[in-house]
């Protein structure tokens, strides 16, 4: 079970830090492969930042609401 909480953190974790990463790439105006502009790729990091955060947030709000760790 842990492991695949593990698996279900990792990979929002991963796509929050390609999210970072592709917002960095457009300050230094690199443009990576998939997007066709520099503001896509900005906007497609964010978001993907945004997404990862939200949800390892609340899987963790919900973890501690669960094991009646929060007030």
């Given at each position: ?34 997007f ?13 930042l ?21 007030e």
């Open positions: 079970m842990r492991f695949i909480a593990l698996l279900i953190l990792v990979i929002p974790g991963f796509l929050a830090a390609w999210g970072i990463k592709l917002m960095r790439d457009m300050l230094f105006q690199i443009l990576q492969p998939p066709p502009f520099l503001w896509l790729q900005f906007i497609t990091g964010l978001l993907l945004i997404g990862g955060v939200w949800f390892i947030a609340g899987f963790v709000l919900y973890r501690d609401r669960k094991n009646k760790k929060q």
